[in-house]
């Protein structure tokens, strides 16, 4: 997978490259994951992938924000975003850390946040 972004197409080509189904039978997986996981996260639930991290939907409120371009004050109203947090060994996998190497020096992943 190359590029800047991971369309459904790679992730369904991906899919059929590792697992042997059909082109067919992987989209329809991607495709039922990712229906899975909105339908989750709309309903309010936290969605974990083990070693890779949580995505949840967090509430903001009101409040007062600023027109950089004019300077007038505009209330934004109270909304709904979502947050993705990654897990440590995603962090790690990010940062070129192998999983040996962080568990055999004595430091802690959690020291460097």
Partial sequence: MTGKTVT???????????????RN???????????????????????????FGSFYVREKGQRIGRNP???EEVPILPRRVLVFRPSHVLKDRINGVSIDSASTDGSSAAADS
């Fill in 8 to 22: 459904r197409v790679q992730l369904s080509e991906a899919v059929y490259q590792e697992m042997g189904l059909s």
């Fill in 25 to 51: 039978e992987s989209a329809d997986l991607v495709e039922l994951v990712l229906s899975e996981i909105g339908k989750s996260l709309v309903g309010g639930e936290t969605v974990k992938i083990s070693s």
């Fill in 69 to 71: 371009k004019t300077g």
